[in-house]
C-alpha cells in the first residue's frame, strides 16, 4: 500500500494481494490449510513463517490477511488481527494481554456483552476492574492509579452516546504506562482518529459499519506489530477465534463503499436529530454531533465529522410508548444490530441490556423509554416520516 493514499484509496486497494490470474475481486481463499513443497519447508515455517507464508486459517489465511492490511492501513495503525466476531476481539484484546493481579480502568457505559467479559469474565481470573464514569476526567485521574495495567472504553457509548475524551484518557493512562485499548464501534473507521489521538488498542465489531449489510459477523484487533503480532495473535490463534476466509472476503468488500454508506448514513442521522428534537413525546433526542449534546465540542475535535450513524429518542411514556412507536415502523425495522444499510431500531432495557440490574441502567441513562436507532441508507425524508408517523402512534 501507498503510504500517500488517501483514505477512500486505502478502503478499495490496501491489502490487495492477487493470484496468478489476475482478479479484479480479491480471491476467497476458502481453504483450512496450505500445502508444503517439502517437510524441510513445514518446520521452516512453523519456526517463523514469513508475510506471504500460510500454515492453517486458525493462524492466518491470505483472504483474511488482505482484511487486515487495508483496515489496519485504513485507520492508521501498524498491524491488525481479525476476529470471529466483535466481542472475540474486545475479549481476545483484553485476555492475551492481562494476568491474575492487574488492574483495569474502564468507562462504566458499555455494551451488555463487553460489560460481561469485564465484570464477570476478568474478575474470576484474577483482574482488578475498576469502573468510572467515562465522561469525568477527574474519575478517570484518580483511578489510573501507577499499578493500572490497562484503560478501556468504548469512544462513543452504546447506547446513551456518551463521549470519552480518547487524547485526554490516553494522555492519564500513558503516564503510568498503562495500554489503552477502544472500542470504536460507534466512532466508526471513517470519522475515528483514535491511534493519531492516542490510543494503543482500536477494536472494531465489523459486523457493525465495515459490512454494513447485515451479512456476517467479524471483528478486528488493530494496533502495533510487537502488540499484535506477539501478544494478540499467539493467544488468538491457539483459542480459536480467528475469522473466516468467506467472512473476510465479505468485510474487504464492504471496506470498498464504507465511507460513503457511513458519510450518508451519518449526515441522515443529524438531519433525524435536527427533525425530532422538542417533539412533544420525546424527553430527549440524543446524538453526539447535535448542539444539545452536552459534548457535541468534543465529539466535533475527535471525530472531525457529523457524530456517529446512530442516536437514541428518549420516549416519554416509557416502555409502553417505546413499544408501540417501534410496533408501528413501517420503513425501520425492530432489530439490534446497527450500522446497517437498513435502520434498525432496538429497546436496549428489553433487548442488549437486559442482564444489568435496574439501579445499572438508571446510572447508565437506559431508561425504560430509551430506543437506539441505527440510520441506515433510506431517504432521509422517508426515515423522518416514518419515525414522526410512529410517535403519533406512541
Ligand atoms: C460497542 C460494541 N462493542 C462490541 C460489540 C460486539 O460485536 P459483535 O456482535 O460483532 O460480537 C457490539 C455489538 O453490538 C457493540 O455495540
Known amino acids: 500500500m501507498n503510504d500517500k493514499w488517501k483514505p477512500r484509496t486505502r478502503a478499495v486497494h490496501g ?40 500454515i492453517y486459517a486458525r493462524y492466518g489465511n491470505p ?6 492490511e487495508r483496515i489496519a492501513g485504513l485507520e492508521g495503525a501498524e498491524d491488525g488481527f481479525a476476529t470471529a466476531s466483535g466481542m472475540a476481539a474486545v475479549s481476545g484484546a483484553l485476555t492475551s494481554m492481562l494476568k491474575a493481579g492487574d488492574r483495569v480502568v474502564s468507562a462504566r457505559a458499555l455494551f451488555g456483552s463487553c460489560l460481561y467479559v469485564l465484570e464477570d469474565i476478568l474478575s474470576r481470573f484474577g483482574v482488578d476492574v475498576v469502573f468510572v464514569d467515562g465522561t469525568d476526567l477527574a474519575q478517570w485521574e484518580a483511578a489510573i492509579t501507577p499499578d493500572t495495567r490497562a484503560v478501556f472504553f468504548e469512544s462513543i457509548s452504546n447506547p446513551a452516546l456518551e463521549v470519552v475524551d480518547i487524547e485526554a484518557v490516553s494522555a492519564l493512562a500513558h503516564k503510568v504506562g498503562a495500554t489503552v485499548l477502544v ?5 466508526t473507521p471513517v470519522f475515528s482518529n483514535a491511534i493519531a489521538q492516542g490510543a494503543d488498542v482500536v477494536i472494531y465489531s465489523a459486523t457493525k459499519h465495515i459490512d454494513g449489510q447485515g451479512r456476517a459477523l467479524g471483528g478486528v484487533i488493530l494496533g ?40 450518508a448514513q451519518a449526515a441522515s442521522a443529524l438531519k433525524l436529530s435536527e427533525a425530532l428534537q422538542g417533539h412533544e413525546k420525546l424527553v430527549r433526542v440524543i446524538y453526539p454531533g447535535h448542539p444539545s449534546h452536552a459534548q457535541v465540542e468534543l465529539t466535533r475535535r475527535q471525530l472531525g465529522g457529523p457524530g456517529g450513524t446512530v442516536l437514541s429518542l428518549d420516549l416519554a411514556g416509557g416502555q409502553a410508548a417505546a413499544f408501540r412507536f417501534l410496533n408501528a415502523l413501517q420503513v425501520a425495522v425492530i432489530s439490534n444490530n446497527l450500522g446497517d444499510a437498513k435502520s434498525i431500531l432496538t429497546h436496549p432495557a428489553t433487548t442488549t441490556h437486559q442482564r444489568l440490574s435496574e439501579e445499572q441502567r438508571h446510572a447508565l441513562g437506559i431508561t425504560p423509554g430509551l430506543v437506539r436507532m441505527s440510520v441506515g441508507l433510506e431517504d432521509s425524508e422517508d426515515l423522518i416520516a416514518d419515525i414522526l408517523q410512529s410517535l403519533d402512534a406512541a
Do not use: C
Not at 490470474?21 to 508444503?36: P, R
Not at 495473535?233 to 460513503?260: N, Q, R
Open 15 to 54: 491489502g490487495t494481494r492477487r493470484s496468478q490470474y489476475g482478479e479484479v475481486s480479491e480471491a476467497i481463499y476458502l481453504t483450512q490449510g496450505f500445502v508444503y513443497e517439502a517437510a524441510e519447508q513445514a518446520e521452516a515455517r512453523f519456526i517463523q513463517s514469513g508475510d506471504d507464508e500460510f
Open 63 to 68: 483472504t483474511v490477511r488482505m482484511f487486515e
Open 183 to 187: 472500542d470504536n464501534v460507534f466512532s
Open 224 to 263: 502495533t506489530r510487537e502488540f499484535i503480532r506477539k501478544t494478540v495473535e499467539p493467544y488468538m490463534k491457539h483459542t480459536g477465534g480467528s475469522m473466516s476466509p468467506f467472512t473476510a472476503w465479505i468485510m474487504l468488500k464492504g471496506l470498498e463503499t464504507m465511507e460513503l454508506r457511513v458519510r
